[in-house]
C-alpha cells in the first residue's frame, strides 16, 4: 500500500472547519483514500473514502486532488469530540488489502 | 450487541504465562483483522481472516503469536510466554465482503488491554 504523510499534530478551534491534509504521492490507480480517526482509548472509528472524486457524508467531506497525489479531510464545525488521532490511508479495495496506519494527525480541538 | 465485541477488555498477566484474546466479529462480516497498539503507537497489522481461504499471518511478530477463527465467526488471539514487549492493546476489526471480493470499511472492537508484569 502507497505511504501517506501527515503533519504530526494540529489545533483547531471549536465551531470552526478543521482541514488535515494527507500527501500520498506513490498511490497507485485502483487504491482508494480511507480515512479513519481514534479516540482516546477506543478502537478506530471510520470516517470517509474516495477514488478519485470528491466525498461527503454526515461525518466529514474529503477532497481529492486531480493528480490524486494528496488530498483534504474537512471537517466542518469541529466540536470538542472531534478530538482524537486522524489516520490517512490508501488501500487497494480488494479484501486481503488490510489498512496500514501511519503515525496520523493528532487533532486538539480547543474551546 | 451490533459491533464488534472484544474480551477480555483487560488482562493482567505475569511473564512466561499464556493468554487467549477473544473477537466476535459483526455477524455476517466475512473478514476479520487483528491489529496491536502499543501505547502511544499507531497500529500494527498482525493477521488476517477471510472465509475459508488460509489467512494471512505475515504481521505475526513471532511464532509465540497465534491466532483462529472457526469458520466467519469467533477469533481466538494466542500469546504463548508472554513478554514484556507484548503490552499492548489488541484491536479486533471485521468487515463485509462483497461477491466481487471488495472490502467494505473495517469496523474496530474497543481492543483487550494486555499487561504483561
Known amino acids: 500500500d502507497a505511504k501517506t504523510t501527515q503533519p504530526p499534530s494540529m489545533d483547531c478551534a471549536e465551531g470552526r472547519a478543521a482541514n488535515l491534509p494527507c500527501n500520498h504521492s506513490t498511490i497507485s490507480g485502483n487504491e482508494y483514500v480511507y480515512w479513519y480517526r481514534q479516540i482516546h482509548s477506543q478502537g478506530p472509528q471510520y470516517i470517509i473514502h474516495?477514488?478519485?472524486n470528491n466525498e461527503t457524508n454526515e461525518m466529514a467531506s474529503l477532497i481529492i486532488t486531480e493528480d490524486r497525489k494528496s488530498s483534504t479531510l474537512i471537517l466542518p464545525h469541529a466540536t470538542l469530540r472531534d478530538t482524537a488521532v486522524y489516520y490517512c490511508i490508501v488501500r487497494g479495495k480488494a479484501a486481503g488489502n488490510k489498512l496500514t496506519f501511519g503515525g496520523g494527525t493528532r487533532v486538539l480541538v480547543k474551546p | 450487541g451490533a459491533g464488534v465485541s472484544q474480551s477480555p477488555s483487560n488482562k493482567v498477566t505475569e511473564k512466561g504465562k499464556d493468554v487467549e484474546l477473544r473477537c466476535d466479529p459483526i455477524?455476517?462480516?466475512?473478514?476479520l483483522y487483528w491489529y496491536r497498539q502499543r501505547l502511544g503507537q499507531g497500529l500494527e497489522f498482525l493477521i488476517y481472516f477471510q472465509g475459508n481461504s488460509a489467512p494471512d499471518k505475515s504481521g505475526l511478530p513471532s511464532d509465540r503469536f497465534s491466532a483462529e477463527r472457526t469458520g466467519e465467526s469467533v477469533s481466538t488471539l494466542t500469546i504463548q510466554r508472554t513478554q514484556q514487549e507484548d503490552s499492548a492493546v489488541y484491536l479486533c476489526?471485521?468487515?463485509?465482503?462483497?461477491?466481487?471480493?471488495?472490502?467494505?470499511?473495517?469496523?474496530f472492537g474497543e481492543g483487550s488491554r494486555l499487561t504483561v508484569l
Open positions: 476489526a471485521s468487515s463485509l465482503t462483497s461477491g466481487g471480493g471488495y472490502a467494505g470499511e473495517l469496523f
Open positions: 474516495g477514488l478519485k
Open positions: 455477524s455476517g462480516h466475512t473478514a
